[in-house]
């Protein structure tokens, strides 16, 4: 599936195919996302500073904050829509927005952590427009940093030493094991001719919707919140993950390269099995089974790489006509409206909600 | 450094060079480490099972349940030094030897984690007699599998949902992270010619004292020890990972092959600066430095991979002379000694501290 990109500051505007039932929240969602950096990159780097060199050098690179030649750099350090949202958790439980800093950086080590490895198994040499760390700094620091990375997620709940602290570990963990599931669950569909579009969703809920889920709840959790309380905001999070993992699906195919930074058709050309591909596989009719014929024959094709713009254009549209890309915009507008609807079931600040709600419109209007 | 490796019911008599101020306490042991496999295999194997295909399969394999065909196997688990450490540190802190089996099982799927990670990142391909993962099964699955068994570990304990476990987790995290410096350490050292003898007992304290210092404490945290007790029974395992790492590397180089399951000169030919070679080189005088002249020349040499026995027993032999195998055997048995020492620092039932240094004896004695 596509990858978290994006700068800061960007505005938004509802452009997206996803975005017709959501109103616009530019600037709300500017000043979250900044507050959500603004409070968590310190102690991100902090924790990162802790790492014995060589691994230091090698995780600044990947957050962006050093060049490959270790000068600093003010790199692309993603949308940082995980630390927004484990505030906002945090004041959700009626608890200071600082109170979820932990959390918001456990949730940010993990994500980064699974980007290191995952990025290594799939091969993948570009991630936030620069080289990946494994082609930099070779297999074995991806490896170990991404280790590293993941042991200080563990860290820095856990040396807060309360039962809260306890508890958002425990979560944090089961997320962490949905989303190695649901990597694994992507490379076993490389090797397979057909995803059903169950096996897809469960493998998106997995892989993006777990952690995402986390980071709706880790910061109630730190707050004092209840299990149930947790669990609504988990269950906020995890339909926003897949509305997100929606739209990034069609953005993988149909964004714009000057936005996303990414290749004209960059799913297409990585052959990814992406919602709108395995819906328009499934929808049945001329266009799927001509997309179903065509894609038969390119997984066996030699030329694959040398394919024109125009051939790849010609499988999105396919794509379209079989239905596929509007199924995937209205799986966005649902998973998007379950999740508004799922926050009515806990009470929290009304200022809190509509934040919340904002964050869950930025998700689904963004164009990166 | 030398792997952990060996094989169940193992007797053992004291012929090892370490081993002239120990006693032999063959029965002892053997059932101590029969009853850590016996109480601890199960909850593994149940752990494991949890993994999403095929991620379960490939860790069964790891661990020898199961032969590369998925057929049942009666593979070789290793020592299980570690669990069995786990449990008598349970009863050190006054708590059945079953209160540490959670913590007996996080520190193995720990152990494992690393040595998934280790392999590739060393490209080792045997691991306890078998092609390692990373041959089997890929690259991939190798990194995804060790997370995941990393992952399993901390869920093993948080959901036991107590404050102890809270407390073992913070530890298992500390210790991880000790585990992965150390790697990064060896990985360096690898790209220099020389290393001191304190780099590489500080990152054999790191690689293998860490988590068996954790093992000998974490069992007496969850059954309920205060921080002093279970930091004395830390202090005692580091020291005792220390004599195991220097047994290990003496192992490496002069261990009878049919004992170790390893090349002769198994160390020297994969050129591994352990603690014998580089206290040779550090001592000074003719062998010395014929040894270190050998060893650059050695470097640089494309007839490497094709030396004879002749040629690594001209080295082993120089090593023996400039006193690198006297030293480290001295270190071995300094390092046994101070931690019984150590263990004098906390009161524990008798019969528990009679057990704590058959297994330290165990440790220095072994020849596998």
Same mark, same amino acid.
Request: hydrophobic share 40%; charged share 25%; glycine share 8%.
């Given at each position: $599936?596509?990858?978290?990109?994006?700068?800061?500051?960007?505005?938004?505007?509802?452009?997206?195919?996803?975005?017709?039932?959501?109103?616009?929240?530019?600037?709300?969602?500017?000043?979250?996302?900044?507050?959500?950096?603004?409070?968590?990159?310190?102690?991100?780097?902090?924790?990162?500073?802790? !790492?014995?060199?060589? $691994?230091?050098?090698?995780?600044?690179?990947?957050?962006?904050?050093?060049?490959?030649?270790?000068?600093?750099?003010?790199?692309?350090?993603?949308?940082?829509?995980?630390?927004?949202?484990?505030?906002?958790?945090?004041?959700?439980?009626?608890?200071?927005?600082?109170?979820?800093?932990?959390?918001?950086?456990?949730?940010?080590?993990?994500?980064?952590?699974?980007?290191?490895?995952?990025?290594?198994?799939?091969?993948?040499?570009?991630?936030?427009?620069?080289?990946?760390?494994?082609?930099?700094?070779?297999?074995?620091?991806?490896?170990?940093?991404?280790?590293?990375?993941?042991?200080?997620?563990?860290?820095?709940?856990?040396?807060?030493?309360?039962?809260?602290?306890?508890?958002?570990?425990?979560?944090?963990?089961?997320?962490?094991?949905?989303?190695?599931?649901?990597?694994?669950?992507?490379?076993?569909?490389?090797?397979?001719?057909?995803?059903?579009?169950?096996?897809?969703?469960? $493998?998106?809920?997995?892989?993006?919707?777990?952690?995402?889920?986390?980071?709706?709840?880790?910061?109630?959790?730190?707050?004092?919140?209840?299990?149930?309380?947790?669990?609504?905001?988990?269950?906020?999070?995890?339909?926003?993950?897949?509305?997100?993992?929606?739209?990034?699906?069609?953005?993988?195919?149909?964004?714009?390269?000057?936005?996303?930074?990414?290749?004209?058709?960059?799913?297409?050309?990585?052959?990814?099995?992406?919602?709108?591909?395995?819906?328009?596989?499934?929808?049945?009719?001329?266009?799927?089974?001509?997309?179903?014929?065509?894609?038969?024959?390119?997984?066996?094709?030699?030329?694959?790489?040398?394919?024109?713009?125009?051939?790849?254009?010609?499988?999105?549209? !396919?794509?379209?006509?079989?239905?596929?890309?509007?199924?995937?915009?209205?799986?966005?507008?649902?998973?998007?409206?379950?999740?508004?609807?799922?926050?009515?079931?806990?009470? $929290?600040?009304?200022?809190?909600?509509?934040?919340?709600?904002?964050?869950?419109?930025?998700?689904?209007?963004?164009?990166?």
């Amino acid at each position: $599936m596509s990858s978290t990109t994006g700068t800061r500051g960007e505005s938004v505007t509802p452009a997206n195919p996803a975005s017709d039932t959501v109103a616009d929240h530019t600037t709300d969602v500017t000043a979250l996302l900044e507050r959500g950096r603004a409070l968590s990159t310190p102690v991100l780097r902090a924790a990162v500073d802790r !790492l014995a060199p060589p $691994m230091d050098t090698v995780a600044a690179y990947h957050f962006g904050w050093i060049d490959a030649q270790g000068r600093p750099s003010d790199g692309d350090g993603g949308k940082a829509v995980r630390p927004a949202l484990a505030l906002l958790s945090a004041e959700a439980a009626g608890a200071a927005a600082e109170a979820g800093v932990p959390g918001a950086v456990a949730v940010e080590l993990v994500h980064n952590f699974s980007l290191l490895h995952d990025d290594l198994m799939d091969g993948d040499e570009q991630r936030r427009h620069r080289d990946t760390v494994w082609k930099v700094h070779g297999p074995a620091q991806a490896i170990l940093v991404g280790d590293a990375l993941f042991a200080l997620a563990n860290e820095v709940l856990l040396e807060l030493g309360t039962p809260e602290a306890g508890r958002a570990a425990r979560r944090l963990t089961s997320a962490t094991r949905k989303l190695i599931d649901g990597q694994a669950q992507d490379i076993s569909y490389e090797h397979r001719e057909r995803v059903t579009v169950e096996e897809c969703l469960e $493998m998106e809920g997995n892989k993006t919707g777990a952690l995402l889920a986390c980071a709706c709840s880790i910061g109630a959790v730190l707050g004092g919140a209840d299990d149930r309380t947790a669990d609504v905001l988990e269950a906020y999070g995890h339909h926003l993950g897949l509305a997100f993992q929606a739209v990034d699906d069609l953005l993988g195919i149909w964004g714009d390269p000057e936005s996303t930074g990414k290749q004209t058709w960059s799913d297409l050309r990585q052959r990814k099995k992406s919602l709108p591909v395995v819906a328009a596989l499934a929808a049945g009719g001329p266009a799927s089974e001509r997309l179903g014929e065509l894609l038969s024959a390119d997984a066996k094709s030699s030329d694959f790489d040398s394919f024109s713009e125009e051939e790849f254009a010609a499988r999105a549209a !396919l794509i379209e006509e079989a239905g596929g890309r509007e199924w995937t915009a209205q799986e966005a507008r649902r998973q998007h409206a379950v999740a508004i609807e799922v926050l009515h079931g806990v009470d $929290m600040p009304e200022t809190v909600r509509a934040q919340l709600t904002a964050l869950a419109d930025f998700v689904v209007v963004r164009k990166r």
